[in-house]
């Protein structure tokens, strides 16, 4: 029996060990929050508002999904991902259903450009609708924890208060942090419940009441696809500066937003796996991911369009053709890192793998 480490500031954790699940904790009636511990007792660092990719042993063969992490690396013995169950949800499904306390998972990460940290500002408005409060709870602990008085006006969209994930928490936050300003609006109320704050769609006279002062702060957005474009436009609309406006999505996007100049795919294309010693033509027009599979290799993935930066390998030689959608940074591409899913090989191309 390999004993836990005591000193928790010896290593962090990296994704080569699994995560054993400590906790279950019901949020709402569709939803809960999953804690992990490293068994090694490693510690978590990572940035507020970052994402984890878990590996998930569903009925059928695994499946790589993609959560954003709803605990702080201010506590950083444990990890926590918050799972809503969503109509034909295959992975958050199995979670909810069969992921017990002492079970064992293999997970990527952590991963994402979407944190405050990155953008530091004296003030906040932090918008969410439904499980896009994940990362808003995130960023307001780390705020909470770091002993500084936050300015942060938190504004989130659910169907019903009975809904609202981690609202007696935030709650609580804010009993003892008057810098914390907690606005909920809701659909419809709860059956033989009292309800005294907003209801109805979020307008944008609604966010001026809530948040007088947007113009001046710098705004994180989560939530369903419609939902985050009926912000965007409410914002241009209001004058605000978009520059400061930041958001996080899973959604493919729409097909006209991607970049045109996409390069043609080489006739002629093969791809080497150096580590595995397999060698496979293509005509250019698969990414890499998809003739990792046709190869029997695995290269774990999540989001297939090159946002969750879940499936990058590293390139010993050749070129890609690669369209991605914010999942690699420029660095990395400079030192040969590629996102498998969007990446297609242009002639011989050979990877560490």
């Known amino acids: 029996m390999v004993r836990p480490r005591l000193n928790w500031a010896a290593e962090p954790w990296s994704d080569s060990e699994e995560l054993e699940c400590a906790m279950v904790i019901p949020e709402t009636e569709t939803c809960a929050t999953f804690a992990f511990r490293a068994p090694s007792g490693a510690w978590f660092d990572y940035q507020p508002g970052q994402f984890l990719t878990l590996d998930l042993p569903v009925p059928g063969g695994r499946v790589q999904r993609t959560y954003t992490i709803s605990s702080s690396p201010s506590r950083p013995l444990s990890i926590s991902v918050t799972v809503k169950a969503q109509p034909g949800s295959i992975g958050g499904r199995w979670m909810l259903d069969k992921l017990k306390p002492g079970m064992r998972i293999k997970a990527y990460g952590p991963a994402g450009q979407f944190t405050s940290l990155r953008h530091r500002s004296p003030k906040y408005l932090f918008i969410s ?11 307001t602990t780390w705020a909470w924890d770091s002993g500084e008085m936050p300015d942060i006006v938190f504004v989130h969209a659910a169907r019903s208060p009975a809904e609202i994930i981690f609202r007696r928490r935030l709650e609580q936050f804010a009993r003892r942090v008057p810098g914390l300003q907690l606005r909920f609006t809701v659909k419809e109320e709860d059956p033989f419940s009292v309800w005294t704050g907003y209801r109805g769609r979020l307008s944008q006279i609604m966010l001026g009441l809530m948040a007088p002062d947007y113009l001046e ?5 989560c939530g369903p ?6 912000v965007r436009e409410m914002l241009v609309s209001l004058g605000y500066d978009m520059d400061r406006y930041h958001e996080e999505s899973f959604a493919a996007p729409a097909l006209e937003e991607l970049p045109v100049d996409i390069p043609e795919p080489a006739a002629v294309s093969e791809l080497c796996f150096a580590a595995s010693g397999v060698k496979v033509a293509c005509d250019g027009t698969e990414t890499v991911l998809a003739v990792a599979r046709r190869a029997g290799l695995n290269i774990p993935s999540g989001c297939n369009f090159g946002l969750c930066g879940t499936c990058k390998v590293q390139k010993i030689e050749g070129e890609v053709a690669m369209v991605h959608n914010g999942g ?26």
């Not at 609708?129 to 960023?139: D, H, K, L, R």
């Not at 702060?217 to 957005?221: A, D, G, H, S």
């Not at 696809?225 to 009926?230: D, H, K, L, S, V």
């Not at 996102?339 to 090989?345: G, K, S, V």
């Open 217 to 221: 702060r710098e705004v994180f957005c």
């Open 129 to 139: 609708a439904g499980s896009g409060i994940t990362p808003m709870m995130s960023m």
């Open 225 to 230: 696809e419609p939902f985050m474009q009926a």
């Open 328 to 353: 690699i940074s420029d660095e990395e591409i400079a030192a040969g890192t590629i996102l498998a899913c969007c990446a297609r090989p242009q002639g011989r191309v050979t990877l560490d793998l």
